[in-house]
């Protein structure tokens, strides 16, 4: 399917990955090997993405925090336009799967009674702003978000690529260091820093000036070549062969060791994570009755003032589970772009490779690894025929080998290296 440049909703087309061959009146399918689509822009609300499991709403919470009353109808509207299932992104966004052509539209009117709508896809597209996850209202984290918002809305605001975000890590020990982002504004010591993503140059900023420091950054990528043929990435920028210096005023800082989220108690609150970030509208009905709920890119949720995990069904509340250690994507079917499917093989697998110490697994659906874009020690690729197995790579880099799933779980030891 395809999605019209306006945000329209996806019009029909050839399901991908096959070929029609036209003999009399009978139509000969045949398989295509091909390499996944690649979109260059993330789904939204207004501009929904077509999946194989209906269409993909995302909802960019401002502020990544629903109120108990907004997360009980945001579960209600999932499971009366959609299929009920809900994804968390690494994005710290959220997902509503299955959503219908004809459930659309009445679904955008509900989530706007709501206040989670933007006025139209050009602003919803430029509000890809992630905030730490432990903000208190008042601090620099919240104020430095809402000026950078208020900036992102503006008329005069620069026309960004559809992936190209920004990362508000202003609170007292620095958490979104492995959290997809172009442009950060984090603390050091009694300081913020604003830093361009694959960069250990950066700039000293201040509460007042951070968000108009990280747009006049925004629009040097722009003016510097970041964009082309309509996408465009700093880190990408940067590690050109003749990248551009960077506007005067920025130096080498320190970067600190990255942060580990578990489930557990929190700053603000109780951390709960969810099997592959996925979880269902009743699950989501009865944690919105606990308080507000943060969403956060490790594909769990804070729940405000919670001190102790409920007895629900769907949890993952053990920062031991191995189920932590292992991400996967949607799969096939569910994705258009899958090779195979994906999620049981990575249940069955992540005990299995815990005991093994293999570290952080990703099972990707297709070349493109959605779900972890970076490296992880270990990665099985999906192939028309199996999974191609990577070490310390990402989901696109060269295979040592190639095995089917049936030959990775009779023999897991095979994958470590």
Same mark, same amino acid.
């Given at each position: 399917?395809?999605?019209?440049? /306006?945000?329209?909703l996806?019009?029909?087309r050839?399901?991908?990955?096959?070929?029609?061959?036209?003999?009399?009146?009978?139509? !000969?399918?045949?398989?295509?090997?091909?390499?996944?689509?690649?979109?260059?822009?993330?789904?939204?609300?207004?501009?929904?993405?077509?999946?194989?499991?209906?269409? !993909?709403?995302?909802?960019?919470?401002?502020?990544?925090?629903?109120?108990?009353?907004?997360?009980?109808?945001?579960?209600?509207l999932?499971?009366?336009h959609?299929?009920?299932?809900?994804d968390l992104s690494?994005?710290?966004?959220?997902?509503?799967?299955?959503?219908?052509?004809?459930?659309?539209?009445?679904?955008?009117?509900?989530?706007r009674?709501?206040?989670?709508?933007?006025?139209?896809?050009?602003?919803?597209?430029?509000?890809?702003?992630?905030?730490?996850?432990?903000?208190?209202?008042? /601090?620099?984290?919240?104020?430095?978000?809402?000026?950078?918002?208020?900036?992102?809305?503006?008329?005069?605001?620069?026309?960004?690529?559809?992936?190209?975000?920004?990362?508000?890590? #202003?609170?007292?020990?620095?958490?979104?260091?492995?959290?997809?982002?172009?442009?950060?504004?984090?603390?050091q010591?009694?300081?913020?820093?604003?830093?361009? /993503?694959?960069?250990?140059?950066?700039?000293? !900023?201040?509460?007042?000036?951070?968000?108009?420091?990280?747009?006049?950054?925004?629009?040097?990528f722009?003016?510097?070549?970041?964009?082309?043929?309509?996408?465009?990435?700093?880190?990408?920028?940067?590690?050109?062969?003749?990248a551009?210096?960077l506007?005067?005023g920025?130096?080498?800082?320190?970067?600190?060791?990255?942060?580990?989220?578990?489930?557990?108690?929190?700053?603000?609150?109780?951390?709960?994570?969810?099997?592959?970030?996925?979880?269902?509208?009743?699950?989501?009905m009865?944690?919105?009755?606990?308080?507000?709920?943060?969403?956060?890119p490790?594909?769990?949720?804070?729940?405000e003032?919670?001190?102790?995990?409920?007895p629900?069904?769907?949890?993952?509340?053990?920062?031991? /589970?191995?189920?932590?250690?292992?991400?996967?994507?949607?799969g096939?079917?569910?994705?258009?772009?899958?090779?195979?499917?994906?999620r049981?093989?990575?249940?069955a697998?992540?005990?299995r490779?815990?005991?093994?110490?293999?570290?952080?697994?990703? !099972?990707?659906? #297709?070349?493109?690894?959605?779900?972890?874009?970076?490296?992880?020690?270990?990665?099985?690729?999906?192939?028309?025929?199996?999974?191609?197995?990577?070490h310390?790579?990402?989901?696109?880099?060269?295979?040592?080998?190639?095995?089917?799933?049936?030959?990775?779980?009779a023999?897991?030891?095979?994958?470590?290296?």
């Amino acid at each position: 399917m395809s999605v019209d440049r /306006d945000g329209g909703l996806p019009a029909p087309r050839t399901p991908r990955g096959y070929l029609g061959q036209d003999k009399g009146a009978q139509i !000969v399918q045949k398989p295509v090997i091909q390499g996944p689509v690649i979109q260059g822009w993330c789904p939204g609300a207004l501009r929904p993405m077509p999946s194989g499991d209906g269409l !993909v709403v995302r909802l960019r919470v401002p502020m990544g925090r629903l109120l108990p009353d907004q997360a009980a109808a945001v579960a209600e509207l999932a499971a009366r336009h959609g299929s009920g299932v809900l994804d968390l992104s690494a994005r710290a966004n959220l997902q509503l799967r299955g959503v219908t052509e004809a459930g659309h539209a009445p679904l955008i009117d509900g989530l706007r009674d709501l206040g989670l709508i933007d006025a139209d896809v050009a602003a919803e597209t430029r509000r890809n702003v992630m905030v730490q996850p432990f903000w208190q209202p008042g /601090d620099a984290s919240a104020r430095v978000a809402a000026d950078l918002l208020a900036r992102l809305a503006a008329p005069d605001a620069p026309d960004l690529p559809g992936k190209f975000g920004f990362a508000v890590d #202003c609170g007292a020990r620095r958490v979104l260091q492995e959290a997809a982002c172009d442009i950060r504004i984090e603390r050091q010591g009694d300081s913020l820093l604003l830093r361009p /993503d694959g960069s250990a140059l950066a700039q000293p !900023v201040t509460v007042e000036n951070a968000a108009k420091a990280a747009l006049d950054l925004a629009r040097w990528f722009l003016a510097s070549g970041g964009v082309q043929a309509g996408r465009g990435r700093m880190a990408a920028l940067l590690a050109r062969a003749e990248a551009p210096a960077l506007p005067p005023g920025f130096s080498i800082a320190s970067v600190p060791a990255p942060f580990t989220a578990r489930p557990g108690p929190a700053p603000g609150g109780l951390l709960l994570g969810f099997a592959f970030g996925q979880l269902d509208a009743d699950l989501l009905m009865a944690l919105a009755r606990l308080g507000p709920l943060r969403l956060t890119p490790w594909r769990m949720l804070l729940i405000e003032g919670l001190a102790e995990a409920p007895p629900l069904p769907g949890l993952i509340t053990d920062p031991a /589970d191995p189920l932590l250690n292992i991400i996967a994507c949607t799969g096939a079917p569910g994705c258009l772009q899958a090779q195979q499917p994906t999620r049981d093989l990575a249940r069955a697998l992540a005990p299995r490779l815990a005991d093994l110490h293999a570290g952080l697994t990703h !099972v990707s659906g #297709c070349l493109k690894g959605c779900a972890h874009p970076g490296a992880a020690a270990l990665t099985l690729t999906a192939t028309p025929t199996g999974f191609a197995l990577i070490h310390h790579g990402t989901a696109a880099s060269p295979a040592l080998s190639h095995h089917t799933a049936a030959e990775i779980l009779a023999r897991p030891e095979r994958l470590i290296p």
